[in-house]
Structure formats: structure tokens, C-alpha cells
């Protein structure tokens, strides 16, 4: 660390202990390649609120220092930091973080979201989570929003146990909110292209009449918010509605996190997806947005995943 980017960020400390009110252990700098990496170094605000949870702000040391290299006063920097506490303080986040171990409060707000089990072992190690082949399915936690943004946070195993929920239940509650919230949709390529504004096709509604793919184009399964939509395909009777408009069982192209192409088993080969698969991760799929380069399988008859 050099010298003046060092001294900068022990006298941001010492001016956030005095601001802030904090125990030495409750601000402490995290570089950015220390374990778990992250994209830059890091000053964290941990504010207690009961015993094992916490409230953790994240400051990029590096933007406020570069801030303070332009012309920024540590003052204007304090004060917009302790501004920022503040806003999170009063902000719908800050509340709902205050239900997680009720879970009558909080049974609405969860959900599923995907994740790669090999990619993430160590943030899956105090996690809630289901998986299918390599393909974690977690337990999540709506916070609400923080300057215009949905933000959520895991359920770790000491909030789960402070629950007393039968895991399989909390999970089937889970996932019937999952599809409340962002309802699965096919997405036609050439209708996305020609209208920003296009929001997918309702297939689970049983007057759809639109006919799936057959053909090695596939179809593209989502949700009507189209974030982290892969999920779509384990949601309560997706699998088995797609199963039935295609007349038979499909295999599943993970191609991200946000989106998974459903191709008839008749008509595609699981070899020939994997290997498109692999070229669309290598060359589209950003590394945040990676899921699996397994090619999925859904039975009709037993109603079981498999992967290849």
C-alpha cells in the first residue's frame, strides 16, 4: 500500500470512529485481494444489532481516496459517509433486517435464487440451499429497496434455526413466492429484439396457445423480470407445463443465471448443446452470471432432473 493512500485510510478510520461512535473492531479495512476477494479495497462498518447479526456498509477506499486526490476535504467525505449511514438507518432494508428470526414477519419476502455450488463452497457453507446436479437453489430474503434497487440478503443456518420451520416447508414456501414475485415467461428472440417494452408470453396460463419450439433454436425461459430468471424451470409446475406443451421431456441449457433454453428432447441432442454451451459461457456469459456447464434433462414420466 503506499504511503499517502495508507495514510488516508487510517485517518479516514480514526475520523469514522469519532463520527460514528464505534468500537475499534466495528471499522476494520479489508484489501481487496484478501479472502473473499473482492473487486477493491474496503473500509467495513459493522453495526451490531443483536447477538450474531449484523449491519456491514462497505466503503471503496480507493474512489474516496482518488475523491480526496481531487479536491475532496476529509470533512466533505465524513460528512457524506455518515450521510449515507444515515439514509440506510431509514431505509426499508434497515427495518426488514430487524424480522429476519420472525418468521411470520419475513415468510413473505423469501425466495430462491441459483447459484454453482463448485464456484461458491465457501459462501454456501452457512447457507440454506437445495441442489439439483451442481446447481445450488438458496434461500433468499427480499429487503426491500436502497436507492432505486431490490436488494436481498442469504439466510444463514443460525436465522433458519431461530425460525423452528420444518426446512422442506420453508423451502416449498420459498419457491410458490418465487413465482408470485417474478412469474415465469418464454421470451421469443425476435420479439425481445423489436420491442424493449415486450414481457414475454404467459405459457403456465392454460388459454396460451402459442406452441413451443420443437426445432434446435430452443425456447428461452425467464421471468417478467427477466433477473436471475433461470430459476423459472423449478418453480411449482413449470417443469411439467413445459414438459406438456412439448409433448414429452426437454433438456435445459443454463446459458446464465438470468435465463435457460428449454429444447425438446426429440429433436435436440444433449452433446451438440453442451458443446454450444460451452462456447456461449466462454464468449457471452459474464463470470458473475455463470451457472453450470452441465446440460440439464427433465423426465416427463418421473418427473425427475438429470444432467449430463
Not at 476477494?37 to 447477538?51: F, H, I, M, V
Amino acid at each position: 500500500m503506499e504511503k499517502n493512500y495508507e495514510t488516508f485510510v487510517n485517518n479516514l478510520r480514526e475520523r469514522l470512529l469519532e463520527a460514528t461512535g464505534y468500537q475499534e473492531e466495528m471499522i476494520c479495512y479489508k484489501a481487496a485481494e484478501e479472502y473473499p476477494p473482492t473487486d477493491g479495497d474496503r473500509l467495513l462498518l459493522k453495526n451490531r444489532q443483536r447477538e450474531g447479526v449484523y449491519e456491514v456498509c462497505a466503503l471503496y477506499v480507493r474512489d474516496l481516496y482518488d475523491w480526496n486526490q481531487n479536491g475532496a476535504t476529509m470533512e466533505r467525505i465524513v460528512q457524506e459517509i455518515m450521510h449515507r449511514l444515515d439514509a440506510i438507518v431509514k431505509s426499508e432494508c434497515f427495518a426488514k433486517s430487524k424480522n429476519l428470526e420472525d418468521y411470520e414477519k419475513i415468510k413473505d419476502d423469501l425466495f430462491i435464487r441459483l447459484l454453482n455450488v463448485g464456484k461458491n463452497r465457501e459462501e454456501l457453507n452457512d447457507a440454506i440451499f437445495r441442489t439439483i446436479g451442481d446447481i445450488a437453489l438458496v434461500l433468499y430474503a427480499r429487503m426491500g429497496e436502497l436507492d432505486g434497487c431490490s436488494t436481498s440478503v442469504k439466510i444463514k443456518r443460525h436465522i433458519f434455526e431461530k425460525w423452528n420451520k420444518d426446512e422442506q416447508m420453508t423451502f416449498n414456501d420459498a419457491l410458490l413466492n418465487t413465482y408470485f414475485i417474478s412469474p415465469p415467461r418464454i421470451y421469443c428472440w425476435e420479439k425481445l429484439i423489436c420491442n424493449m417494452d415486450y414481457e414475454g408470453e404467459n405459457f403456465m396460463n392454460l388459454l396460451f396457445d402459442g406452441p413451443l419450439k420443437k426445432s434446435a433454436i430452443g425456447n428461452c425461459l425467464s421471468t417478467a423480470t427477466r433477473t436471475n430468471g433461470a430459476v423459472a424451470v423449478f418453480l411449482p409446475g413449470v417443469a411439467q407445463r413445459l414438459s406438456d406443451l412439448l409433448d414429452g421431456g426437454f433438456y435445459m441449457v443454463f446459458t446464465s443465471v438470468h435465463e435457460v433454453m428449454i429444447h425438446s428432447e426429440k429433436t435436440a441432442d444433449p452433446e451438440d448443446l453442451k458443446r454450444v454451451l460451452a462456447d456461449t459461457v466462454r464468449d457471452t456469459t459474464p463470470e458473475e452470471d455463470f451457472l453450470t456447464y452441465y446440460v440439464y434433462h427433465y423426465n416427463r414420466e418421473t418427473g425427475q432432473f438429470t444432467y449430463y
